[in-house]
């Protein structure tokens, strides 16, 4: 515990875990243990604290954005009264007040304009309300040019310390993304995941997210037996595409669909992902296999270096595992689509953890290409898992040393979200 005994290295523990795929769970604290305690309101209930803090109070977060109850009770079967008003804003406004009253000496209240993306977010009506306020009364507080300056300035001393060489024996977590992006050039690797230089979103890893999280809530609600119809499907995927969080059902608390070139390109995309829906749709409704994981976590010890990740899906049967991976890549031919699985380091990694996990290999590799509907396939072996452990030894090696040089080739650089400002981009003459 005391290698996190600050908040800047407890943080880089978290950004860690999360990197690597894996949500920690944080087990139940005793109400007496001198800590900082991250409840909903729910979970407050009934509970008292000297401090308070609410946050995130911005419209569409706090009050939330009303949904409509998909089996609605007729109100003629109602046997209690039908309040007036707005009921779901009454609701969320006595949330409010349980959370302002759990404080016994002082209660903050924090909102922000500015969650990220593109929309500028205004106080919530609650705080308003609570303090007496007009709605007009709320007015950002503004930082001195100074402070502006400093809070974007550069990082260095927290950039000196991620460049000192870590012991043989330290302990590292990495994820496949991590370890491919070493592979693709040390430099990039820095650039994502110690730097964390921000990029805009590309459209077509916003479209990917989307078509990702949609096929997650069809997958998930076929393990446990629920039918989904194609209308519901779409409908799930609209509200996708605008930024809902459709697994958690949570309006407005992902980005929307961004980084289109035009107006008519995004809508061309759309309608392109309805199509290739429906085709998933079709597909899985005629084959009828109902999958025995999805979005599964795993993790697997490689002396000091942890692997962590996320199958998005594995079936299994009485011949063994079938992993399949879910991509957006524009593949048509079957010949790419085996190739691509079959040179797949992230699918040898795969086929690695689940050997580690169960003592044998997986029956077979699957890269589903979701817009063209085509599916490459390969069968593991032994030589598959050899090529992922040097991968994983020869990345954690790199990344200990801290050797982060440019290894700039064409193929890798024209993909390459920073070869706009990389000065070793072999994209420029």
Same mark, same amino acid.
């Given at each position: 515990?005391?290698?996190?005994?600050?908040?800047?290295?407890?943080?880089?523990?978290?950004?860690?875990?999360?990197?690597?795929?894996?949500?920690?769970?944080?087990?139940?604290?005793?109400?007496?243990?001198?800590?900082?305690?991250?409840?909903?309101?729910?979970?407050?209930?009934?509970?008292?604290?000297?401090?308070?803090?609410?946050?995130?109070?911005?419209?569409?977060?706090?009050?939330?954005?009303?949904?409509?109850?998909?089996?609605?009770?007729?109100?003629?079967?109602?046997?209690?009264?039908?309040?007036? &008003?707005?009921?779901?804003?009454?609701?969320?406004?006595?949330?409010?007040?349980?959370?302002?009253?759990?404080?016994? #000496?002082?209660?903050?209240?924090?909102?922000?304009?500015?969650? &990220? =993306?593109?929309?500028? %977010?205004?106080?919530?009506?609650?705080?308003?309300?609570?303090?007496?306020?007009?709605?007009?009364?709320?007015?950002?507080?503004?930082?001195? @040019?100074?402070?502006?300056?400093?809070?974007?300035?550069?990082?260095?001393?927290? *950039?000196?310390?991620?460049? #000192? @060489?870590?012991?043989?024996?330290?302990?590292?977590?990495?994820?496949?993304? #991590?370890?491919?992006?070493? #592979?693709?050039?040390?430099?990039?690797?820095?650039?994502?995941?110690?730097?964390?230089?921000?990029?805009?979103?590309?459209?077509?890893?916003?479209?990917?997210?989307?078509?990702?999280?949609?096929?997650?809530?069809?997958?998930?609600?076929?393990?446990?037996?629920?039918?989904?119809?194609?209308? $519901?499907?779409?409908?799930?995927?609209?509200?996708?595409?605008? &930024?809902?969080?459709?697994?958690?059902?949570?309006?407005?608390?992902?980005?929307?669909?961004?980084?289109?070139?035009?107006?008519?390109?995004?809508?061309?995309?759309?309608?392109?992902?309805?199509?290739?829906?429906?085709?998933?749709?079709?597909?899985?409704?005629?084959? =009828?296999?109902?999958?025995?994981?999805?979005?599964?976590?795993?993790?697997?010890?490689?002396?000091?270096? %942890?692997?962590?990740? %996320?199958?998005?899906?594995? $079936? *299994?049967?009485?011949?063994?595992?079938?992993?399949?991976?879910?991509?957006?890549?524009?593949?048509?031919?079957?010949?790419?689509?085996?190739?691509?699985?079959?040179?797949?380091?992230?699918?040898?990694?795969?086929?690695?953890?689940?050997?580690?996990?169960?003592?044998?290999?997986?029956? %077979?590799?699957?890269?589903?290409?979701?817009?063209?509907?085509?599916?490459?396939?390969?069968?593991?072996?032994?030589?598959?898992?050899?090529?992922?452990? !040097?991968?994983?030894?020869?990345?954690?090696? =790199?990344?200990?040393?801290?050797?982060? !040089?440019?290894?700039?080739?064409? =193929?890798?650089?024209?993909?390459?979200?920073?070869?706009?400002?990389?000065?070793?981009?072999?994209?420029?003459?």
């Amino acid at each position: 515990a005391l290698r996190y005994d600050n908040v800047r290295e407890f943080v880089k523990h978290l950004d860690e875990l999360i990197d690597a795929g894996e949500d920690p769970a944080v087990a139940e604290a005793d109400i007496e243990t001198p800590a900082v305690r991250v409840l909903t309101i729910h979970k407050a209930k009934g509970l008292e604290f000297p401090v308070v803090y609410l946050v995130n109070l911005v419209q569409e977060k706090f009050p939330l954005r009303r949904r409509r109850d998909p089996l609605e009770l007729p109100v003629a079967l109602m046997k209690d009264a039908v309040p007036t &008003g707005d009921f779901h804003l009454q609701e969320e406004r006595r949330l409010f007040y349980v959370g302002m009253t759990r404080a016994r #000496q002082e209660l903050y209240l924090t909102s922000a304009s500015d969650y &990220g =993306g593109s929309r500028q %977010r205004k106080t919530s009506l609650f705080v308003l309300e609570g303090l007496d306020l007009p709605r007009d009364a709320s007015r950002p507080f503004r930082v001195r @040019p100074v402070e502006e300056i400093e809070h974007h300035a550069p990082a260095a001393e927290i *950039e000196d310390a991620a460049l #000192q @060489p870590l012991a043989p024996d330290a302990e590292l977590n990495l994820s496949h993304k #991590q370890i491919d992006d070493y #592979q693709t050039c040390p430099l990039k690797y820095f650039n994502v995941h110690v730097r964390r230089i921000p990029i805009r979103r590309h459209h077509a890893v916003a479209y990917g997210a989307v078509m990702h999280k949609v096929v997650e809530y069809y997958l998930r609600r076929r393990v446990v037996g629920n039918y989904t119809p194609l209308d $519901d499907l779409l409908a799930v995927y609209d509200r996708a595409w605008a &930024g809902e969080d459709v697994i958690h059902d949570r309006p407005g608390s992902h980005e929307p669909a961004e980084g289109f070139l035009t107006r008519e390109h995004e809508e061309a995309r759309k309608a392109a992902g309805r199509e290739a829906l429906r085709r998933f749709w079709n597909h899985e409704e005629a084959e =009828g296999t109902k999958p025995t994981w999805v979005e599964k976590e795993f993790g697997f010890a490689l002396g000091p270096d %942890r692997v962590r990740g %996320r199958y998005d899906r594995v $079936d *299994e049967d009485l011949l063994g595992a079938v992993i399949v991976d879910y991509k957006t890549t524009e593949i048509n031919r079957q010949k790419d689509a085996d190739r691509r699985v079959s040179e797949s380091l992230q699918l040898k990694m795969y086929a690695l953890a689940w050997q580690e996990m169960t003592g044998s290999l997986p029956q %077979r590799l699957e890269l589903r290409f979701i817009d063209s509907n085509v599916v490459g396939r390969h069968t593991p072996t032994t030589h598959d898992l050899e090529k992922a452990i !040097d991968a994983v030894k020869a990345a954690a090696a =790199g990344i200990r040393a801290r050797r982060f !040089d440019a290894t700039p080739s064409w =193929g890798a650089c024209r993909s390459c979200a920073y070869n706009q400002i990389c000065p070793f981009t072999a994209t420029r003459d």
